[in-house]
């Protein structure tokens, strides 16, 4: 089945800083999607996004689908952005039965 | 507009017990999804539903869960003679068609005694 790998596996930032998390993946997909687990276990949606680039605020993803890896890139990190990034790709259906990376353990600290 | 919302929030069960967990997709959403996450296994998915249908439930084990997605009515994970290897986070997701947007309830916390 299709593998999915997260890096690093933790980070430790400063207030400010700039990170970048990376994605990579074994197979072709149809649907990528980033999410954000905060300290109280609550799942975010942050980008739906098989290919291209977009943008939201301090956040960004770009997914090479070509080159199966995809990159999140936090921008003037807070400690709100604390917490467990995880990709998640489709299984090869083009739906949302999803497979899980391990997630980047990401800490922000004051 | 409400997102995906569970209940209850925290579920204590003993040994043999049944669990019932409840899942209200966003509204405009007829795709719905369960997870659950373990601790040493990460978030797993178990089964997607839509009104009425099981559209795929290979992730879900093949004893004691079952799911449910009735024309009226929020969604149902069914645990039946819960097992302390049933303790975990169960989450619900919801989107409006099924490839785009997953978003997900607060979730579901599972303890077995």
């Known amino acids: 089945g299709i593998q999915v790998e997260q890096s690093p596996p933790d980070l430790i930032l400063q207030e400010g800083a700039n990170s970048t998390l990376r994605c990579n993946f074994s197979d072709s997909v149809n649907n990528l999607q980033w999410f954000h687990q905060n300290p109280w276990g609550q799942l975010i949606n942050l980008f739906y996004?098989?290919?291209g680039t977009k943008q939201n605020g301090r956040l960004s993803a770009t997914t090479v689908a070509t080159e199966r890896y995809s990159l999140l890139y936090i921008s003037s990190s807070q400690t709100t952005d604390s917490g467990v990034y995880f990709c998640a790709l489709d299984y090869g259906g083009a739906t949302n039965k999803l497979i899980f990376g391990t997630g980047t353990l990401l800490a922000v600290q004051p | 507009n409400a997102g995906v919302m569970q209940n209850p929030r925290h579920l204590v069960r003993r040994r043999g017990q049944e669990a019932r967990l409840r899942c209200s997709p966003m509204?405009?959403?007829?795709?719905v999804y369960w997870y659950r996450q373990l601790p040493e296994e990460g978030l797993k998915f178990m089964v997607y539903?839509?009104?009425?249908?099981?559209?795929?439930e290979s992730g879900m084990p093949k004893e004691r869960f079952s799911a449910e997605f009735p024309k009226e009515g929020p969604s149902i994970l069914r645990i039946q003679q819960v097992v302390r290897g049933d303790s975990a986070a169960y989450f619900c997701?919801?989107?409006?068609?099924?490839?785009?947007?997953?978003?997900f309830g607060n979730g579901t916390r599972l303890t077995v005694t």
């Open positions: 539903l839509q009104k009425e249908n099981i559209i795929d």
């Open positions: 997701a919801s989107s409006r068609t099924d490839n785009s947007p997953l978003h």
């Open positions: 509204k405009g959403h007829s795709h």
């Open positions: 996004i098989p290919s």
